[in-house]
């Protein structure tokens, strides 16, 4: 069998950067000329080389007339600086300016100016890194217990509560302090992890920033096989039978192809492109149920509008859903309704369309009782605005109709103009960018009554009835909110209380609530009343003397009988007692790793998806570069030692 299993598009990394000016003046002492011999590198150096040593020079020149203005201090928050963006590869720079975000004025440079500027930022050579040879296991025999499903997808569980049994988790509260690094992993190249590991028998299955799904040992963390998607795989790894009947993996890349494999042997069963929109992109997992695949579609749009001459916006957050069996379309949902339609000029004298905007980031949740499929939406990004931004959408999943919605922020219009040096195309007035970016959670309270649960990046956790047509139940602000601030990736529940971390990070405050205190941390409510039990303040301490480090909870948690496991962007990972918040276990992820599959790893910032806790071991991310936070690359699995 092909370790590295092919498939029909060649594979890129994704990553997510604030826009950038175009021609701003030469940045002054916050970016400095690299010494040429940074650039110098030995002839056993590992990987491909994807382009020579730039002209002496020229990668300076290209980041001070097409950068400098955003990224050498002067611009958004949330720009990355110089000192962030050179912890970054080479490889990941030049994606960036290809194929994401930063797109809009990597188009204007020649394929040498994009390598340039990649290798004088990072003071190395553009390379792709293979795997090792010895990172391979020795056999790649048939899956160990494939029937069984122990993690799939962003909950781990079909109420995609974020919550474990002990019989699920393998792990007991009194566990947790014996727990100690089994193996690491190192992702080559990358300097973000953000797909959620699936666990199915002995294999672990998790995609990567530049398009690879890695097929794990559960024990050892050697690869089985590699299938190189088209683009980033930003979402969780979904485990269900496929076509003919086979134990299948479906996923999405950030170009919105979504794919069905084999779970045991890597093989391609089938691919399907769903976005509509040029701009549509994917960052949610997918959701599997009765033959059906769901897949969320946001929209790059919120950044390509930093440039001035776009003619913004015309794209819409949409839910499409496929047949398990084929990939064939069975429906489409547009969050805003109507089509675009010209409303005005914006001061460089591009066309302005509107509505626009109300992305989809995160991935659906299904309600197999009431029959309908519950998703968050974003931000307009022109104006006028829509009511169906910023809310919860209750859609049939036999028909993807609008069953009822609820906005819990009203006459939200942004974009990533805002902010930057050239916002001519930031709508007037501009919104706070608060979305709902994280799965609603459908859970059963105390009581025996059923609600959703979804926060807000506008620091409010939601109470919603889904039996009379998303009625709020109650409401709880627990952060300050902001565009960087408030519940960002997910919540987690057992039944009794919700675990809601909060971000509320300094960048992109923009003035929201000006007498309410900005307030990272965890925060345990009363599932039936929404009241506050108990906090758990972020660790200023843990960023003293650490570059990037953030003392801030953005990523989801995962939750078992007794604790909760929290990430922080300051690269800790923390066990808090459900009872009072006390922390129970604490691992700080930045450091350097040997890997199990020899590839250089190192830890940085956690965000996004929660720890997966299955089969007595503990697996999550660690390394997000973006916004400035600390870069990473490893999956790291924990045990406990007996």
């Keep these: ?343 005005g000029t914006n001061a460089a004298g591009a066309r302005t369309f509107a509505p626009s905007g109300a992305p989809v980031w995160s991935s659906p949740t299904v309600d197999v009782q009431r029959g309908l499929l519950y998703v968050g939406t974003g931000e307009n990004y022109t104006r006028p605005s829509t009511e169906y931004s910023d809310a919860i959408l209750a859609l049939d999943l036999l028909t993807g109709e609008l069953a009822w919605s609820y906005q819990g922020t009203s006459d939200d219009s942004w974009n990533l103009s805002c902010g930057s040096p050239q916002d001519e195309n930031c709508p007037d007035p501009i919104g706070p960018d608060v979305d709902f970016g994280m799965a609603p959670v459908l859970v059963t309270e105390p009581g025996g009554k059923e609600i959703l649960v979804a926060g807000q990046k506008s620091g409010v956790v939601w109470a919603l009835d889904p039996d009379t047509d998303g009625e709020v139940l109650w409401a709880t602000k627990v952060g300050k909110g902001s565009a960087l601030g408030g519940v960002h990736w997910g919540l987690a529940s057992d039944g009794e209380r919700v675990y809601a971390p909060n971000s509320d990070t300094p960048a992109g405050m923009m003035g929201i609530e000006p007498d309410f205190p900005a307030s990272p941390g965890l925060y345990a409510l009363d599932l039936g009343s929404g009241e506050v039990l108990w906090s758990a303040p972020a660790d200023p301490s843990a960023c003293a003397n650490r570059e990037g480090c953030v003392p801030a909870l953005s990523a989801a948690p995962t939750a078992i009988p007794g604790a909760v496991l929290s990430g922080s962007l300051d690269g800790h990972l923390r066990a808090y007692s459900t009872e009072d918040g006390s922390v129970l276990w604490d691992f700080d992820t930045v450091r350097e790793f040997e890997t199990a599959n020899g590839i250089p790893g190192r830890g940085g910032a956690l965000d996004g998806p929660g720890p997966v806790v299955s089969r007595g071991m503990l697996l999550v991310n660690s390394g997000y570069g973006l916004f400035g936070q600390i870069s990473g690359n490893v999956l790291l699995a924990f045990e406990v030692e007996r």
């Design 1 to 343: 069998m092909n370790r590295r299993v092919p498939s029909l598009l060649s594979a890129f990394a994704l990553i997510t950067l604030a826009a950038c000016g175009e021609g701003a003046p030469p940045p002054e002492a916050d970016a400095p000329e690299a010494p040429e011999e940074a650039l110098s590198v030995s002839s056993e150096a590992p990987g491909i080389s994807l382009g020579a040593t730039p002209a002496p020079g020229l990668g300076g020149q290209v980041f001070g007339t097409v950068c400098g203005q955003c990224h050498a201090g002067a611009g958004p928050a949330r720009a990355p600086g110089y000192t962030a963006l050179s912890g970054m590869s080479p490889r990941a720079i030049v994606d960036a300016l290809e194929e994401g975000r930063m797109q809009v004025h990597g188009d204007e440079l020649s394929d040498e100016e994009r390598v340039a500027v990649a290798q004088w930022l990072t003071g190395r050579m553009l390379v792709e890194t293979p795997l090792p040879d010895a990172a391979y296991c020795a056999s790649s025999d048939e899956v160990t217990g494939a029937e069984a499903v122990h993690w799939s997808g962003w909950g781990g569980n079909p109420e995609a509560t974020g919550f474990r049994t002990t019989g699920q988790a393998g792990l007991t509260v009194e566990d947790l302090p014996q727990l100690r690094l089994k193996w690491a992993f190192g992702f080559p190249d990358a300097v973000q992890v953000r797909s959620k590991p699936a666990v199915v028998g002995d294999r672990i299955l998790v995609g990567s920033q530049f398009g690879e799904v890695y097929s794990l040992d559960l024990e050892t963390g050697c690869a089985h096989w590699v299938f190189a998607a088209g683009a980033a795989v930003r979402g969780g790894i979904v485990i269900g039978e496929g076509p003919d009947r086979r134990q299948s993996a479906f996923f999405a890349d950030f170009r919105t192809d979504v794919y069905a494999l084999d779970a045991a042997t890597g093989e391609l069963l089938w691919t399907t492109r769903v976005g509509s929109h040029p701009e549509a992109s994917n960052t949610g997992t997918v959701a599997l149920h009765d033959g059906r695949v769901y897949v969320p579609v946001s929209s790059m749009e919120v950044a390509t509008a930093g440039n001035p001459e776009y003619e913004c916006c015309t794209s819409s957050g949409e839910v499409i859903a496929l047949e398990v069996a084929s990939g064939v379309e069975v429906w489409r949902h547009r969050a805003i309704r109507e089509e675009p339609r010209e409303v």
